[in-house]
């Protein structure tokens, strides 16, 4: 009996859409659970391994596809699709962690785009992964961001526009040695139209994570924002720690420290505290930029920009603060950024005049 009048070829094709969503979806959630830190060795390991096995059964796919052109009856890699979008779906999560962190709304939608993509690419395109450039375009997003990751955690130990550029450099280095294998296994040598198809596709995913980056869209990874908050006052004590006195948030404020309102006294002065986590060995200096919304003018306008450098290996991240005198009523933020301007959190808060002493508390930082 022919294998696609069997039973099982019969079930694929009727539940093909969803088991390849299932396997993606377990894929995503499995990384959701072991993501770690980006300096971790173990989770680097990881990930490695899914770059690699997914290349491998991109390679092995279409060389099979090929070949189901000459042979009629030929198997349905069924396992080998089905680990392919574990291992796309393994790497989207563990990356979207990873970017996640930094604390910015269109780092989130865009790898949620990015995974929406992949899950209505598996419903609608036929025979989804033997298509080539759907295949190739997922794996050098996937490829690309990693490396925007690694790059300055283990090679340049800082972040600036020439790593990132450094980074998407050594992507396409490496992207360019997998299709050269690629398309000598598969095709030969022979299919050149078919390879600058791909490699223009390539060319156009790094030119607009590249315009994305200066857009300041993609967040400064592998920075992130542990902690931010507004307090009256900071106290350094001999053990490292701070005394910190600050107006404490409502109790369906789950997501801040501190009160969205800051009671203004006479003469006093807002302080910003913010932990910002950083790779071991990485160093680089972060600014905290005071703005205050003018609503005549319907715009932030930048008040105070203090810098102060991070050094990277603490779990809780690299602690520090800055001061804002002279407050004005109103509604105020703090950012924290890198040099360039990347944000990698925020806070706001609104400014009123003291009509009473507010209620105040106290911890340690």
Same mark, same amino acid.
């Given at each position: 009996?022919?294998?696609?009048?069997?039973?099982?070829?019969?079930?694929?094709?009727? #539940?093909?859409?969803?088991?390849?969503?299932?396997?993606?979806?377990?894929?995503?959630?499995?990384?959701?659970?072991?993501?770690?830190?980006?300096?971790?060795?173990?989770?680097?390991?990881?990930?490695?391994?899914?770059?690699?096995?997914?290349?491998?059964?991109?390679?092995?796919?279409?060389?099979?596809?090929?070949?189901?052109?000459?042979?009629?009856?030929?198997?349905?890699?069924?396992?080998?699709?089905?680990?392919?979008?574990?291992?796309?779906?393994?790497?989207?999560?563990?990356?979207?962690?990873?970017?996640?962190?930094?604390?910015?709304?269109?780092?989130?939608?865009?790898?949620?785009?990015?995974?929406?993509?992949?899950?209505?690419? /598996?419903?609608?395109?036929?025979?989804?992964?033997?298509?080539?450039?759907? /295949?190739?375009?997922?794996?050098?997003?996937?490829?690309?961001?990693?490396?925007?990751?690694?790059?300055?955690?283990?090679?340049?130990?800082?972040?600036?526009?020439?790593?990132?550029?450094?980074?998407?450099?050594?992507?396409?280095?490496?992207?360019?040695?997998?299709?050269?294998?690629?398309?000598?296994?598969?095709?030969?040598?022979?299919?050149?139209?078919?390879?600058?198809?791909?490699?223009?596709?390539?060319?156009?995913?790094?030119? &607009?994570?590249?315009?994305?980056?200066?857009? /300041? &869209?993609?967040?400064?990874?592998?920075?992130?924002?542990?902690? &931010?908050?507004?307090?009256?006052?900071?106290?350094?004590?001999?053990?490292?720690?701070?005394?910190?006195? #600050?107006?404490?948030?409502?109790?369906?404020?789950?997501?801040?420290?501190?009160? +969205?309102? #800051?009671?203004?006294?006479?003469?006093?002065?807002?302080?910003?505290?913010?932990?910002?986590?950083?790779?071991?060995?990485?160093?680089?200096?972060?600014?905290?930029?005071?703005?205050?919304?003018?609503?005549?003018?319907?715009?932030?306008?930048?008040?105070?920009?203090?810098?102060?450098?991070?050094?990277?290996?603490?779990?809780?991240?690299?602690?520090?603060? +800055?001061?804002?005198?002279?407050?004005?009523?109103?509604?105020?933020?703090?950012?924290?950024?890198?040099?360039?301007? +990347?944000? &990698?959190?925020?806070?706001?808060?609104?400014?009123?005049?003291?009509?009473?002493?507010?209620?105040?508390?106290?911890?340690?930082?």
């Amino acid at each position: 009996m022919a294998f696609r009048d069997s039973r099982i070829f019969k079930w694929w094709e009727r #539940y093909e859409h969803h088991l390849g969503v299932g396997a993606l979806a377990v894929g995503f959630c499995f990384d959701l659970i072991v993501a770690d830190r980006p300096d971790s060795v173990g989770n680097n390991l990881l990930l490695l391994g899914y770059l690699l096995m997914a290349g491998i059964l991109i390679i092995i796919l279409n060389r099979r596809e090929m070949r189901r052109k000459e042979a009629a009856h030929s198997a349905e890699p069924l396992l080998l699709l089905l680990l392919l979008q574990f291992c796309f779906g393994g790497l989207a999560s563990n990356l979207l962690v990873l970017y996640g962190k930094s604390g910015t709304f269109a780092v989130n939608a865009l790898f949620l785009a990015l995974l929406v993509a992949l899950i209505f690419g /598996n419903e609608f395109l036929r025979n989804r992964y033997a298509q080539l450039r759907f /295949n190739i375009g997922v794996y050098y997003i996937l490829l690309l961001t990693y490396c925007v990751i690694a790059v300055p955690v283990f090679l340049t130990h800082t972040i600036n526009t020439w790593v990132f550029i450094l980074s998407g450099l050594i992507s396409l280095g490496l992207m360019a040695g997998f299709l050269a294998v690629l398309f000598m296994v598969v095709f030969r040598g022979k299919d050149v139209a078919k390879l600058f198809s791909v490699s223009s596709l390539v060319l156009s995913i790094f030119l &607009i994570f590249n315009l994305l980056y200066f857009l /300041n &869209i993609i967040p400064p990874v592998p920075l992130s924002l542990k902690d &931010i908050g507004i307090y009256h006052s900071l106290l350094k004590r001999s053990d490292g720690n701070y005394t910190a006195i #600050y107006e404490m948030s409502t109790w369906w404020q789950v997501w801040r420290n501190t009160s +969205s309102t #800051y009671t203004l006294g006479a003469g006093q002065s807002a302080f910003c505290f913010s932990s910002v986590f950083a790779p071991t060995n990485l160093e680089v200096p972060i600014y905290h930029q005071w703005e205050r919304y003018d609503a005549e003018a319907g715009e932030w306008k930048l008040e105070a920009r203090v810098a102060f450098p991070i050094s990277g290996g603490r779990a809780g991240g690299y602690r520090g603060y +800055s001061v804002k005198s002279a407050l004005q009523p109103g509604d105020w933020r703090c950012n924290v950024e890198t040099e360039r301007g +990347s944000l &990698i959190g925020r806070i706001g808060f609104e400014v009123v005049e003291a009509t009473s002493a507010p209620a105040l508390s106290q911890k340690a930082l």
